[in-house]
Nanobody, 125 residues
């Protein structure tokens, strides 16, 4: 059974940090690009970052560049999103998703075929 499970969300004050995890079961991340997306109420889903298992390339949307870092632990079949210097505008449900690594890596949500259930991140004092 294929499964993506996100964890690590929570409530943090502005300037705080969180590390999100996306754990895969039933398949290996070796053949996929793994993307992180977020969605807040009333807004469209936004691509945040991706990492390609094919060549290790990464991408960050401008609003998180320099604050977020995506990484992958092959042994644990898990992808992480380290989020530092969090801002209230980072508040959202964060999702991970996968795309075939043989296809060009993108940050367009409609290009991703399998999604986790999401984890809530709230940045507030």
């Amino acid at each position: 059974q294929l499964q993506l499970v996100e964890s690590g969300g929570g409530l943090v004050p502005p300037g705080g940090s969180l590390r999100l995890s996306c754990a895969a079961s039933g398949f290996s991340f070796d053949f996929y690009t793994i993307g992180w997306f977020r969605q807040s109420p009333g807004k469209e889903r936004e691509g945040v970052s991706y990492i390609s298992s094919r060549d290790g390339s990464t991408y960050y949307t401008d609003s998180v560049l320099g604050r977020f870092t995506i990484s992958r632990d092959k042994g644990k079949n898990t992808v992480y999103l380290q989020m530092n210097n969090l801002k209230p505008e980072d508040t959202a449900v964060y999702y991970c998703a996968i795309r075939d690594a043989l296809l060009p890596a993108t940050i367009t949500s409609s290009d991703y075929v399998y999604w986790g259930q999401g984890t809530q991140v709230t940045v507030s004092s």
